[in-house]
């Protein structure tokens, strides 16, 4: 690709796109890529080992074809709860009824059906809830035997085979990982993906089970939609690599007035970590068969990006909607737009988080202060693992940040990160690189981007001895030939 500069999103907020039947073709993946798509979604509750593997390729193979780094998330599907079948395909709930729920596999019916999940009954008291069919549904157990729970119908409809159930008043013994997750986890791994979607957590033990089979391959990117993942949100975010609001499933198990709230406390405390969180679900849910979005929608992108996301995210808007393109153009339109915004940049810079007491962070929190006052258009961040590149986004400077790696898998972590600009540097891949070595390296590739002109200021942080984790402790501002 000869034009760098064309490569380079005009936004900090990253765009995560689902892919589907509606976008699983090469055209149609290179398509969303030069729409705006930072990260690609691989959904593994839908489609096989082989379908990912094609459109994993794919991804790679336009990598290597534009030379711009690009972030693979595969989100796992984990353990999902559902009612077992009914005689004619489907019953009407009446609220007000009993209905009861038990192990017995034989079809239901308006009375009962079975609930082939011995650990929901085992957790059950009376007055828990059971929400069904993605929260259409209300049922509020009365009694509760050695297999059986009696219910009472609080909220009825219709109930058709196989419908999920939710239960936002209990903490299940169940793993995060089920059976499926785990040939899934170790498919995407062996595939190269770089961040695990983690569904249905509500523990930190379910984030570290993933951290150490993961063992460092992939970041695992925790999914909040459990209310007892939001009891935990401390000790989760702590050994997470990183985050996403799933607010479909957090909607159907806490009351939608909560949601914002919810949403508004996972950014604010990942933004205070450092770690990237992305909002998802239903951002552009009426493209999915409109090729413009509702008023409401881009109010809600919008939202995200003043609250600071590091990403939003397209989900069946993009995987199998009619206007997979239209969807990530005007996301791309909308955060630009929210971006240029006076009133964006004051809330960025009223929100910046405080410095933590040690070196790198004073380094970092330096270099911003500096990009501020001498306006410059770049600041080259260079990075074994990533963490000091993560450090300076954590800041939210004007300055367009370079992450620079010797490491391609770091390379491709870094593109969720708010405003950084991914880069694989094989120059700095030397343990007796220079500070002349960088700062050159740095020019060069500023200037390849058309990012500065003679005269600009750039500046340059780093490590030394370079490619030591943590070390953090150098910055140099450069002047511009």
Not at 151 to 160: A, F, H, I, Y
Not at 203 to 211: G, I, L
Not at 403 to 431: C, F, M, Q
Request: aromatic share 4%; hydrophobic share 40%.
């Amino acid at each position: 690709m000869e034009d760098k500069a064309s490569l380079l999103r005009g936004r900090r907020t990253k765009i995560v796109s689902t892919l589907g039947p509606a976008s699983s073709t090469k055209e149609m993946i290179q398509t969303l890529f030069f729409a705006g798509v930072d990260v690609f979604r691989l959904n593994f509750s839908h489609g096989t080992h082989e379908e990912q593997a094609a459109r994993y390729h794919i991804i790679r193979e336009l990598e290597k074809e534009t030379g711009k780094v690009i972030g693979v998330l595969a989100d796992i599907q984990g353990p999902k709860l559902r009612v077992g079948n009914f005689a004619d395909g489907k019953v009407i709930l009446k609220t007000g009824a009993s209905f009861r729920m038990d192990l017995d596999k034989t079809l239901g019916n308006e009375e009962r059906v079975c609930l082939p999940h011995p650990e929901i009954i085992n957790s059950a008291e009376p007055g828990c809830r059971l929400l069904l069919d993605d929260g259409k549904l209300c049922l509020i157990v009365r009694k509760v035997g050695k297999d059986f729970l009696e219910t009472e119908v609080l909220v009825g409809g219709p109930l058709s085979n196989h419908k999920g159930v939710n239960v936002p008043d209990m903490i299940l013994p169940i793993p995060a990982l089920t059976e499926k997750d785990h040939k899934d986890l170790k498919f995407a791994l062996e595939l190269g993906v770089d961040f695990i979607g983690l569904s249905f957590v509500q523990r930190p033990e379910d984030v570290q089970e993933a951290k150490d089979i993961s063992n460092g391959r992939a970041w695992i990117v925790t999914k909040m939609e459990k209310p007892q993942a939001m009891q935990n949100i401390d000790a989760i975010l702590e050994l997470t690599d990183g985050v996403m609001v799933a607010r479909g499933d957090l909607g159907v198990e806490m009351p939608p007035e909560e949601v914002p709230l919810a949403q508004i406390k996972i950014i604010r405390k990942a933004r205070q970590l450092g770690k990237p969180v992305i909002v998802a679900t239903q951002m552009l849910e009426s493209m999915i068969s409109s090729p413009t979005p509702t008023r409401a929608e881009a109010s809600d992108i919008a939202t995200a990006v003043f609250e600071g996301a590091d990403a939003v995210m397209l989900s069946a808007e993009s995987a199998a909607g009619q206007y997979p393109k239209e969807a990530v153009m005007i996301m791309d339109r909308i955060i630009s737009r929210v971006e240029k915004d006076e009133e964006w940049r004051k809330l960025m810079e009223a929100t910046r988080e405080q410095p933590h007491n040690n070196v790198a962070d004073a380094i970092v929190a330096a270099a911003q202060k500096i990009c501020n006052t001498l306006e410059t258009p770049a600041v080259v961040a260079f990075t074994r693992r990533g963490k000091t590149a993560q450090r300076m986004s954590r800041e939210r400077p004007d300055s367009m940040i370079f992450g620079v790696t010797p490491t391609l898998e770091s390379a491709r972590k870094l593109a969720l990160v708010w405003g950084i600009h991914p880069y694989h540097s094989i120059t700095v891949d030397n343990p007796a690189c220079s500070v002349e070595d960088m700062v050159a390296e740095a020019s060069r590739i500023v200037q390849s981007y058309q990012v500065v002109t003679k005269g600009d200021h750039m500046v340059v942080i780093a490590g030394m001895p370079f490619g030591q984790a943590g070390s953090t402790n150098l910055i140099r501002v450069v002047d511009i030939q």
